[in-house]
């Protein structure tokens, strides 16, 4: 049984920073593509970054490029988002997302689409003063 758990939400400033955590029980974690996405209240959920299997190449979402980081230690079947300079406009729930089925694929462009992604966490809630 997959299990993902999110952690490290929190309140913070506008202009703070927070890392988020996830840790995963899935089969064989370096197997999957690792992702994150956000939902705000009334909106759909967006992408917001995902991590090759071995942390080679990322994607990230335009609104948080240059200030968002992913990463992942495979040794500790972990993935994390590092989020600096925050903004009111990132408060939301924060999803942790995994996808096994795509393991010897390219990895590309795809991974920008919730579809792809087998298993998720529960969610974790950020949100950023003014």
């Known amino acids: 049984q997959a299990q993902l758990v999110e952690s490290g939400g929190g309140l913070v400033q506008a202009g703070g920073s927070l890392r988020l955590s996830c840790a995963a029980s899935?089969?064989?974690?370096?197997?999957?593509?690792m992702g994150w996405f956000r939902q705000a209240p009334a909106k759909e959920r967006e992408f917001v970054a995902a991590?090759?299997?071995?942390?080679?190449?990322?994607y990230y979402a335009d609104s948080v490029k240059g200030r968002f980081t992913i990463s992942r230690d495979n040794a500790k079947n972990t993935v994390y988002l590092q989020m600096s300079s925050l903004k009111p406009e990132d408060t939301a729930v924060y999803y942790c997302?995994?996808?096994?089925?795509?393991?010897?694929?390219?990895?590309?462009?795809?991974?920008?689409?919730?579809?792809?992604?087998?298993?998720w966490g529960q969610g974790t809630q950020v949100t950023v003063s003014s």
């Open positions: 991590i090759s299997w071995t942390g080679s190449n990322t």
């Open positions: 899935v089969r064989t974690f370096s197997r999957n593509v």
């Open positions: 997302a995994a996808s096994f089925s795509t393991y010897g694929s390219t990895f590309d462009n795809r991974f920008r689409n919730d579809g792809v992604y087998d298993y």
